[in-house]
């Protein structure tokens, strides 16, 4: 059937809604002369575990941050944007220049940065994700991610509404989300094929900075309309297997009802679309305004969880 397409309202009531976090990191105000010292030392601390082929990098900024989890410095790249909006909002003291060109993060900006890393490399579960440790994250390794998110709401078929009130995030990111939200995963919405690139998404999509990253910051309000269409389908689809649009489906149940006034012969298709819809009878007629009323109440009104 062809996809259909509703009405959408509550956008802008849940756009602020945050959907996820940065881990939350210690703050090190290192001196001039602790980041002296931590310069010529950095390197033999720095994680093995998060590989970053910075030849293949997109990101060619390098930056030093301390990952509080794992006691461990991590050696990444940032593009110029995210590097210079960071710098942009942090003091100039939290970065440390080295001579081969990399930025050791301090203060107030390494935990921004580093609570980000935490939030995607822990609670999103991007390293456990990652089987084979090789840095990169297949699409069945990505399905153990927690870093799908969507709204919540209710459609009604009979005026072709769709409400949204609530939404969340760190939903895992299997095959059945990606086919309910089949429009944003194929736009790769959700996820990066490695750490590096999703923390320059999460850092670009941080507009204000504030450590939280809300539905309105990563979904606009066209993909919005998008992503509760797709949603809506998917449940009609699979869940309920509807295949009629609802005009169809509206006028099957009008003529099946008005065979039965006749006296006709109801095929079993007829006489189920006219059960669902409260209006099979016998001998008892109801009037024909009824109708409207009782595919309303019957069929028209589910609730969903988008």
Do not use: C
């Given at each position: ?9 509550g ?9 996820f976090?940065?881990?939350k990191q ?10 002296s010292?931590l310069?010529?030392?950095i390197?033999s ?12 990098s997109?990101?060619k900024?390098?930056?030093y941050f ?5 006691g461990e ?12 909006k960071?710098?942009s909002v942090?003091?100039t ?10 930025t050791?993060?301090n203060g107030?900006?390494e ?5 980000w890393f935490g939030?995607i490399?822990?609670?999103?579960g ?9 840095g ?12 799908g998110f969507g709204s919540?709401?209710r ?5 072709m ?10 939903t ?10 089949s429009?944003?995963?194929n ?7 490695t ?6 998404r ?16 990563l ?8 992503d ?11 869940k309920q297997n ?15 009802y ?8 109801l ?9 669902k ?9 109801i ?8 595919i309303?109440a ?9």
């Amino acid at each position: 059937m062809d996809k259909l397409k509703f009405n959408h309202f509550g956008y802008e009531s849940i756009a602020d809604i945050s959907m996820f976090s940065l881990q939350k990191q210690a703050t090190n105000n290192r001196s001039d002369t602790e980041l002296s010292k931590l310069d010529k030392s950095i390197d033999s601390m720095t994680s093995t575990k998060i590989k970053v082929n910075f030849n293949e990098s997109a990101f060619k900024n390098q930056v030093y941050f301390k990952d509080n989890t794992s006691g461990e410095y991590i050696k990444i790249g940032l593009s110029d944007e995210n590097l210079n909006k960071l710098k942009s909002v942090f003091d100039t003291k939290d970065f440390f220049s080295r001579d081969d060109g990399s930025t050791i993060l301090n203060g107030k900006a390494e935990s921004f940065v580093g609570g980000w890393f935490g939030d995607i490399a822990y609670k999103r579960g991007y390293l456990e994700a990652d089987s084979n440790s090789d840095g990169f994250m297949s699409s069945v390794e990505l399905m153990d991610t927690y870093s799908g998110f969507g709204s919540e709401g209710r459609y009604y078929l009979g005026t072709m509404k769709a409400i949204a009130d609530g939404a969340s995030g760190y939903t895992q990111y299997t095959k059945e989300f990606q086919n309910r939200h089949s429009t944003m995963s194929n736009n790769n919405k959700y996820t990066s094929d490695t750490i590096e690139k999703e923390l320059n998404r999460t850092l670009n999509s941080d507009k204000n900075s504030d450590g939280k990253l809300s539905y309105g910051e990563l979904i606009n309000k066209k993909e919005h309309k998008e992503d509760v269409d797709d949603v809506i389908n998917y449940i009609l689809k699979e869940k309920q297997n509807i295949n009629l649009s609802v005009d169809e489906a509206d006028n099957r149940v009008v003529i099946a009802y008005n065979k039965q006034r006749s006296g006709s012969t109801l095929t079993p298709e007829e006489k189920a679309l006219l059960s669902k819809a409260g209006l099979l009878q016998d001998d008892k007629l109801i009037n024909l305004s009824s109708v409207i009323e009782n595919i309303s109440a019957n069929i028209a009104k589910v609730d969903f969880r988008v």
